[in-house]
């Protein structure tokens, strides 16, 4: 007996795979966060290596996972790859550029007779710390917020900007975003710190920060959340594709998906849990909370970007030209044969668990920093 699989189902699944490696990244950019306290938390170099080395244990899953996101990106939703890629090409080039330097900087940054100097590759991890998850949060955004684009018959991008991409920094909202997501990887930066280190200072040092961090979080956070419930979205009407704009269209999206807004708000009480038990009852678990939260909250506001006829990638430039999960999606075959690919996931998950149990059975301390022959 043959199992017909729709391609309305395909495309719904494979948006929340896309949802879920989103969620997933942005915990893992806990290590950008650590890596933006490169010069204003240790007192000597001996803790600056101990949190080089924290990150950097764990920087190649962040990267792996990028990757795998953008992989399974153009593979089921192409035309958005084409056409943000396309147009909005200085924004992912910026974005990509600092990724690049921060394999760099942890391949030479204590590599024997380095002519540039351990400070150049520590400057590298500091810009791809903190413009990394700005810039990623800055463009999932415009998911929102719309960028200025045009498609032609053939599916040609026109961008309306000669900006291409940077001028999606002139809008609060964007703004917004991309500084939740830059203090909550520094957030969770510091709670991993927190689990991983042993040194009394650098962990007190660590809890001062992050009372300041989880304010500008807080702040960032809630602005764009009001923003976004309060503000004119992009629905898609099924029968026909047509492209209209909604007040209060994410506002409806939570309130017609209760499932999702449940996941939202458990996500963000989860964040704040976190926050509040590594602060107040001085807890080393507060990361696991925190992750956990970042990877439902952000779950959750993608389902509400592309699910329930609502265009995930809006033109402000020609409304039809905007893309949904239906018409932006490979073909049927495409997507059916990937769905099969993608039942190896749950295995990948398994051996990332295992691979960071196998890494983390220990906490740093200063002496194996002075006797490891492996630091970065």
Known sequence: ???????????????????????????????????SFIFSLPENTLQK??????????????????????????????????????????VWIAILFSFIIQA???????????????KTFDIFLFLNGSLGPFLIGVAVATFFTGSAFSLNSMKQVQWGSQWYGLEALLNIRNLALGFAVLFLARINGLLYLVNTINDEVLI???????????IFFLVSFLFFVVSLLFSTGFAAEAATGTITSEKYKYLHNFIQMPF???????????????????????????????????????FSLFLVAGFNGTSFYPSSSDLQSSLTIRNASSSLFTLNTMMYVSFIIPVVIAYIWYAWNAINNSRITEEEMRSDDHVY
């Open 1 to 35: 007996m043959t199992i017909m699989i729709s391609h309305l189902f395909l495309q719904h699944y494979w948006w929340i795979i896309i949802s879920l490696l989103a969620g997933i990244l942005v915990f893992l950019m806990f290590v950008q966060g650590g890596q």
């Open 49 to 90: 290596t101990m949190i080089v080395n924290a990150m950097g244990r764990k920087w190649e899953f962040t990267f792996t996972t990028l990757v795998t996101f953008g992989g399974a990106f153009f593979a089921s939703f192409p035309l958005f790859y084409s056409t943000s890629f396309g147009g909005a090409y200085w």
């Open 204 to 214: 007190g040092r660590s809890r001062k920060k992050l009372i300041l961090n989880s």
């Open 104 to 118: 760099v900087a942890y391949e030479f940054r204590s590599k024997p007779n380095n002519v540039f100097g351990q």
């Open 260 to 298: 999702v807004l449940i996941l939202f708000l458990v996500g963000v009480v989860s964040v704040l849990s976190g926050i509040g038990i590594s602060i107040f009852r001085r807890s080393v678990k507060g990361i696991w909370y925190t992750g956990a939260g970042s990877v439902l909250a952000v």
